[in-house]
């Protein structure tokens, strides 16, 4: 049915940086608020960025301020990462989400996609 697509993860060395897209499929998702979260292994999920409906609205963990940048395509169904400057502990499965209300939460969102692996080397 419905499907949330995260590409572009790889390895990249610290410092580098990455570009992440989230593609949905079977919908649209340009009335949605989109957000962006990561899991390391043996740690919980946390909140990375996120963004409105519209794009006015946009939020991001104090851990990546500065460094990552979210956006939304012009349609807006679509959601980027940009993560530059990346250090080792950035290093997770990164997952793309949507949902009704902005939140920083992970039970905010209703739709999720199955990840892409992001590993930074020292």
């Known amino acids: 049915q419905v499907q949330l697509v995260e590409s572009g993860g790889g390895l990249v060395q610290a410092g580098g940086s990455l570009g992440l897209s989230c593609a949905p499929s079977g919908r649209t998702f340009s009335n949605y608020d989109m957000g962006w979260f990561r899991q390391a292994p043996g740690k919980e999920r946390e909140f990375v960025a996120a963004?409105?409906?519209?794009?006015?609205?946009?939020s991001y963990a104090d851990s990546v301020k500065g460094r990552f940048t979210i956006s939304r395509g012009n349609a807006k169904n679509t959601v980027n990462l940009q993560m530059n400057s990346l250090k080792p502990e950035d290093t997770a499965v990164y997952y793309c989400?949507?949902?009704?209300?902005?939140?920083?939460?992970?039970?905010?969102?209703?739709?999720w996609g199955q990840g892409t692996q992001v590993t930074v080397s020292s």
């Open positions: 963004i409105n409906w519209n794009g006015g609205r946009i």
């Open positions: 989400a949507a949902g009704t209300t902005f939140a920083a939460t992970m039970t905010s969102y209703d739709y």
